[in-house]
Structure formats: structure tokens, C-alpha cells
């Protein structure tokens, strides 16, 4: 599959070139799997070959970035506490958990969307509950982009220091992922236990009243 997607991507910015990355990186930002760890080395590998300027191509990866972040935000700020207020009780949210959720990002929503944007996974995810606080947009924007370059300028770093062989860290950052992946199950299974036992805590209380 990472073959595969490696194929597409290479084609798309040797076409498109700057653009190319660009649109690769608003996708990958707007929650669709396209490997952020293909698609700057390889264009840091075409710095090497002058085809791109490293911080340029950089900046235009986290462009990309902001504007893939910004459709998610919108969507989940339009429809997300809604939707969530709605039928959260199903999914084991409640509306003490969205309380909690508004301000945490009221209180640390920079650093969040900060440190978010340059975690394999995370990456992806972390605009919707951004959009779902309804954090500060300007502020949303700013650490996006902030968060991104520097992940972008990592990655495009790594192409160039790697040369031909930029291909080798997708492998690297594949069994990284796959690490944070087994985390965030591991906090679902949390989450849902401890709900379970809030619930049944609630109960009881209930029936002895």
C-alpha cells in the first residue's frame, strides 16, 4: 500500500511540481492517508536536484497544511457539537466531556494544535476537536502553520540528508505510526472503561435515591 501511494505521490508533484505539493498536503491534513513522511523527504531529495528551494517547498507544505486543517475545522465546527450534543451519549460523550473539551482548548489550544501538527496520526485528527471547541480561528490558523512548517522543513531536511535513499524514512515513520496508532486504541479502551463505570456508578446511585 505505501508503494502505492509513494507511486501516486511522486507523480503528482513531478506533474504539478509546487502545487503538487500543495494539494498532497491539504489532503493529507484534511484527514484522507497520504503519507506527510512521502511526500516532503521526496521533495526535499528534488531540492537536492534543484528542482525545488528546501525552505520554499517547506513553506508550501504547510500552506498546504492550513488549508486541508481549515476544511476540517469549518466542518466540524458547522456540524461537530451538534451532531456530538445529539447523539454523543451513543458514542459515550457527554456533555460534560465537550464541556471539558471547550476549555481545555480555551486554556492550552495553541500548544495543542502546536505540538498536534507534527505527531504522525495525530497530525490529521487533531483540527476536529480544535473545530468542535471552536478555538480561535486567527489562532488555529497561526499554530497550523507554525507546527506544520517546522514538521515540513523536518521532513524536507531528511530528504536532503538521505538523497536518493529519502524513500527509507516512509519505512521508519510506518512502524512509528503504527506505535501511536496501538496508544490511541489503548486510550479508546481507557476512555470506554471508564465511561462504563461511570455509568454504572450513576445507576446505583440512582436506584439507592
Not at 63 to 84: D, E, K, N, Q, T
Not at 104 to 129: A, E, N, T
Not at 152 to 171: P, Q, R
Not at 183 to 209: C, M, P, S
Request: contains cysteine; positive net charge.
Amino acid at each position: 500500500m505505501l508503494e502505492h501511494l509513494a507511486g501516486f505521490i511522486i507523480h503528482v508533484i513531478n506533474q504539478l511540481g509546487y502545487a503538487g505539493v500543495f494539494v498532497l498536503m491539504a489532503i493529507e491534513s484534511a484527514c484522507v492517508p497520504l503519507p506527510s513522511e512521502v511526500i516532503m523527504p521526496f521533495s526535499g531529495y528534488l531540492a537536492t536536484k534543484g528542482v525545488f528551494n528546501l525552505w520554499l517547498v517547506a513553506f508550501v507544505g504547510a500552506i498546504g497544511c492550513v488549508a486541508g486543517s481549515l476544511i476540517v475545522y469549518l466542518v466540524s465546527a458547522w456540524g461537530g457539537r451538534p451532531f456530538l450534543e445529539r447523539y454523543g451519549p451513543y458514542l459515550l460523550i457527554s456533555r460534560h466531556d465537550l464541556d471539558s473539551a471547550d476549555r481545555l482548548f480555551k486554556r492550552h489550544g495553541d500548544l495543542i494544535i502546536f505540538i498536534g501538527r507534527m505527531l504522525p496520526v495525530v497530525r490529521g485528527y487533531i483540527s476536529i476537536p480544535a473545530g468542535i471547541a471552536r478555538m480561535s480561528l486567527w489562532r488555529f490558523n497561526l499554530y497550523t502553520f507554525v507546527g506544520s512548517f517546522l514538521w515540513c522543513l523536518l521532513l524536507a531536511w531528511v530528504g536532503v540528508k538521505l538523497g536518493e535513499h529519502w524513500d527509507t524514512i516512509g519505512g521508519l515513520f510506518h512502524r512509528f505510526n503504527l506505535a501511536i496508532v496501538a496508544l490511541l486504541i489503548a486510550g479508546f479502551i481507557w476512555y470506554v472503561w471508564r465511561h462504563i463505570k461511570l455509568l454504572r456508578h450513576d445507576t446505583e446511585q440512582n436506584r439507592q435515591d
